[in-house]
């Protein structure tokens, strides 16, 4: 007999009231429903590390969204369901609970998504990715605290060890790749030796995946708290290749990404940021087929063209003679992302003040006069107010006009 290990204590220590009272609540009315119901996943794993997990995911043996609807009721909460694939989402004013049918996943063929049936928890754990994260929690009241672990997930987080359940694991479903090297490095774990040997095995099957889902996969690897770690085992796997061969994940990297966390205090660094960084050593033509791959969003490729289009300027931007309005003008149509990581990743102090200039200050600067103003002067909208408006704002940067009168002084000067 196994031994049958409770974890409800660790529940009420670790997650906020009002969730306590809601998994309570839940599992009771599952139970008169004659539904099974189990917390499942990340906060099982994160339960038992003692690291706090709000992100709720619950598994119905029955019909979730009945589930859903009955508790929304009771606890007033919004719901969203989604009935073609049997899951709800339920959401009050700080806590989100999903929640989902249990089911079986079938792989036709590798990276395909999977053929889904209802079925029984197990079924359900035996489709995840990680023997840690395959582990469920008993909320039914005769069970309730009950840890469920058929694959020794708690065996694996003693020995901190990342580990699939079944040798086609990875074949099945190649995201887990990346999914893999997450939480080695989030989690200080090792990958366990055969699940390393089944990963570079299945390293071509990342193939199989479109460029959305991997795109996916490299968001979360960029939410991470050190992504460039992950993006180093990577590297060391020889999954980073498989995204451009010519990507690095090494000490630059690590020392950039840490200086990209220092400036965006007290957020994280964007990702449009990190992505930058990652690509900078890059030449345009070897990024290029990296962001049609990943098929980048419009304004996340253009801040990976112009980080690299800055990168050419560099040479004009380290001259110690130039003003401060040729400065504005080298680098005002970038975006702000890729003139700050070139702030970052540029080699000569020069260059770097006069980018830390254009960001702290320059930018901000704009003359006084504007178009109405001009045109109460009587000067006419047009291509010479535009020059105008031009020549004030370079002299507004350079420092040769400093009030809204000075100004006006200017402007009747060259019309005059
Ligand atoms: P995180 O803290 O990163 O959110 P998580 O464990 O909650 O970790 P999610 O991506 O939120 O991870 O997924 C929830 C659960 O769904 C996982 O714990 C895992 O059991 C399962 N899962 C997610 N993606 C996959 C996948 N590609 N293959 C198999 N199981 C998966
Ligand atoms: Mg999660």
Redesign the pocket.
Known sequence: MPKITNLSSKIEKQLPVELVAFIQRAGKTAASQGQGLYL????V??LLLGQT?L?L?LVVEGNAIELAQHLAKINRGKITTHPRFNTAKLQWNKWSVDLATARSETYAKPGALPTVKPGSINNDLF????TI??MAIELNPSRYGELIDLYGGRDDLEHKLICVLHEKSFTD?A??IW?GL??EQ?LDFQLEPTTIKLLKRDIPMLDTISGDRIRHEIE?VLKEEFPEKVLHRAEELGVLPKLSPVLKGNGWLAEKFEQARQISLPNPPPVGLYLALLVYPLTNKETEPLISFLRLPKSLAQTLRDAISIKAKLPSLADPELSRSSIYRLLHSYSLQAVTANSLACESPMARRHIQLFLNKLRYVKPALTGNDLKRMGIAPGPRMKEILQRLHEARLDGKVKSKKGEVKLVEEWVN
Not at 40 to 43: P, W
Not at 127 to 130: G, H, L, M, T
Request: charged share 50%; net charge positive.
């Open positions: 499942v996943g990340g906060v794993r994160d997990n992100d995911d489709r995840r990715d990680f994260n395959a479903d995201t887990r999914r997450r939480y989030r979360l």
